[in-house]
């Protein structure tokens, strides 16, 4: 295949030569017959060769790519100030602010963090200085994140190609909450087997809907009810919104509700 890519002069094949020469092998690219896009506005992607396409797959720009209010808000800042916590300025309390009062009122303390890694990674650090344990409880198919620690408790990549294959001993596995497979309650029995059988339990991470495990809905009362049983053994509950929180799913700011 030799397609010459108007816009930009280069063809597939000598992009793919370049990035094989000095992109990392371990970032994959997603398709067969590569896309090479040039541009990204709100639900659609262009190619270099003029194809529009309907854009299912990014959930990183979950506003649309190139969101206008996106756009200005970043320029806007940018002219003005671009540095970090360690300084005092409006900003920074602002955005906090607001963003808290979109949860409920307990959550009013924020850390602002660069990545969803940074972010559980942080979680579960606070989870372990709060209750001085060190395990943790995970669903089957779970990835959160590509840190150390956070694919350790990532089923999705511990036992994928490359993987581990078997958790630490230190994390804890729950089955899927599938209520296509089983009922709701037979999982919550489960994780509660898991809670009675560990002697102390730092938290239990769970995204609120699965996205790597298969986008998977969790049963309507799973997580009140897992985190009853976690809480009550002393661990602190861990809800992982990057990939499906942040007004994702459509009726609610933060999947966890």
């Not at 890519?5 to 094989?20: A, D, H, M, Y």
């Amino acid at each position: 295949m030799n397609i010459r890519e108007v816009n930009t002069g280069n063809s597939i094949e000598e992009l793919l030569r370049r990035r094989e020469e000095c992109v990392g092998k371990a970032l994959s690219i997603a398709h067969e017959f590569p896309l090479h896009i040039i541009k990204g506005e709100m639900q659609y992607l262009y190619s270099a060769t003029g194809e529009k396409y309907l854009d299912l797959v990014n959930n990183v720009c979950h506003v649309g790519h190139s969101n206008p209010k996106v756009v200005k808000a970043g320029q806007r800042q940018m002219a003005v100030l671009n540095t970090n916590t360690r300084y005092i300025y409006n900003q920074l309390t602002d955005y906090i602010e607001r963003l808290s009062a979109t949860l409920p009122p307990s959550l009013s303390v924020g850390y602002l963090v660069n990545s969803g890694s940074e972010a559980n990674e942080l979680a579960v650090r606070i989870a372990r200085a709060y209750t001085g344990a060190k395990d943790m409880i995970v669903v089957e198919g779970a990835y959160h994140g590509h840190t150390g620690l956070l694919i350790d408790l990532s089923p999705y990549k511990f036992r994928g190609p490359g993987g581990k294959g078997e958790p630490e001993p230190w994390v804890h596995v729950v089955p899927i909450p599938d209520t296509y497979r089983r009922k709701g309650e037979d999982y919550i029995e489960e994780l509660k087997m898991v809670v009675n059988e560990t002697d102390a339990i730092a938290g239990f991470i769970v995204e609120s809907m699965l996205s790597c495990a298969g986008q998977v809905p969790l049963p309507g009362d799973y997580l009140s009810s897992a985190f009853k049983h976690v809480r009550e053994a002393g661990g602190l509950c861990i809800a992982d919104e990057v990939q499906v929180g942040f007004g994702r799913l459509g009726t609610h700011m933060w999947a966890f509700e």
